[in-house]
């Protein structure tokens, strides 16, 4: 695969262009090509959209706005905004945001990841036994959904056989078509049961948990909110819990349909390390974030006002020629694969030793034990909505 096969004209893309939005069937369908077209054409560019917002799809452009201090992460990181809440460390700007890493990195440390390998391997290979015994299975729901799951539980210290409880609320909220009123409500149900596990866990947290380490952990000299705890245990679930299984869904379909792609690597395993970066360069879950201007800034030639919304496109930076030679080329061995997959700068994504880690089980998994697999190609579904988490919903196969 050297490149996409473009379908849309000069003109057409022009249209889209000008009126950006990454939430439109348009995108879903045409992201590559769309972002591809912007790059060459207006790199940093304005759309009308939900009440205004700029687009930087140039590496160079993401990583001057994710780096400065001028443009902020609160109240929120989406657009279209949602509800203001209280997100950490996720919508935490420095210097506080600091305070908050310097205990929360620790618990993500490559070192302490390292110890968890053979356990997730062990759960995938479990996990992918049971699709082998079916003789059929959907890559989603019965393998990267219950690692995920499973795995975040019980690094969080909540009971991991709960994990159905929490995975499918946040995985509908992103994927399913249902009016957004019932996704939200559902979220609220699981949010509440996360909340009483929280407070539950404060007198008799589960040993070693991260819950046992928040109740106890002391930042810049006084303890943890339980607001915080809530907060911080939040986005661990929303990170852990959809962003690995989105990848492991958008790899088991491009190596279904590339026979020879899922050939090389089961023929050569010590490719698997290199393959995981370079889906995910290609294929990033989370499509961007914006960062909202606290100032008049000049970025790319271009003023942006105090208050506008800049959304930093993750998947264009990742294809952007300049940073990265035949950008649309799927390069097992590609060097240097800075990517902006798990974000950049101070905000990078917390979690991203123990995502590639999952990431890497199930792959592995799949490709030992069903390399012959087949889609079924008429109930594989892409996300109805692609413009924050890049995803199929289901990604049934047979063997």
């Not at 015994?133 to 219950?146: E, H, I, T």
Request: hydrophobic share 40%; charged share 25%.
């Amino acid at each position: 695969m050297s490149e996409p096969m473009w379908k849309l004209s000069d003109e057409e893309l022009a249209s889209l262009t000008r009126a950006f939005d990454h939430h439109s069937p348009e995108y879903r369908e045409h992201s590559v090509e769309m972002l591809d077209y912007m790059q060459r054409k207006c790199p940093f560019a304005h759309s009308p959209n939900y009440g205004g917002f700029w687009v930087a799809t140039k590496a160079d452009t993401v990583l001057e706005i994710a780096k400065n201090e001028a443009f902020s992460n609160f109240p929120t990181e989406q657009i279209p905004a949602l509800e203001p809440t209280l997100m950490i460390p996720l919508n935490v700007d420095p210097p506080e945001l600091y305070d908050y890493r310097a205990i929360l990195n620790p618990l993500f440390s490559p070192k302490r990841m390292l110890g968890e390998r053979e356990e997730i391997r062990g759960l995938a290979a479990k996990l992918m036994d049971a699709i082998v015994a079916n003789g059929r299975g959907d890559v989603v729901m019965d393998l990267a959904q219950p690692l995920t799951g499973m795995t975040t539980l019980r690094l969080i210290g909540i009971d991991p056989t709960d994990w159905n409880h929490y995975t499918r609320p946040l995985h509908e909220l992103v994927y399913s078509g249902r009016p957004r009123p019932e996704r939200l409500a559902a979220m609220a149900v699981m949010i509440e049961r996360m909340r009483a596990e929280v407070r539950r866990q404060k007198e008799t947290p589960t040993p070693g948990s991260i819950l046992e380490y928040l109740h106890n952990v002391e930042m810049a000299g006084r303890k943890l909110r339980i607001d915080e705890i809530d907060s911080i245990v939040l986005i661990m679930l929303g990170g852990g819990l959809d962003t690995a299984q989105a990848l492991v869904g958008r790899i088991a379909v491009y190596l279904g349909r590339n026979p020879d792609r899922r050939q090389e690597l089961v023929d050569n395993p010590d490719l698997m390390d290199g393959a995981v970066e370079e889906f995910l360069r290609v294929f990033p879950p989370t499509q961007g974030v914006s960062r909202r201007a606290t100032k008049d800034i000049e970025v790319d030639g271009q003023l942006v006002k105090a208050e506008e919304q800049v959304l930093m496109s993750f998947v264009a930076a990742n294809r952007d020629s300049d940073e990265f030679p035949d950008p649309h080329k799927i390069d097992f061995t590609r060097e240097n694969n800075r990517h902006f997959s798990f974000g950049v700068g101070p905000h990078r994504c917390l979690g991203s030793h123990l995502a590639r880690l999952e990431m890497t089980a199930c792959l592995n998994a799949l490709l030992s034990k069903a390399p012959n697999y087949k889609l079924v190609e008429e109930e594989v579904e892409l996300a109805k909505d692609i413009g924050t988490m890049a995803g199929y919903d289901k990604v049934p196969i047979i063997l």
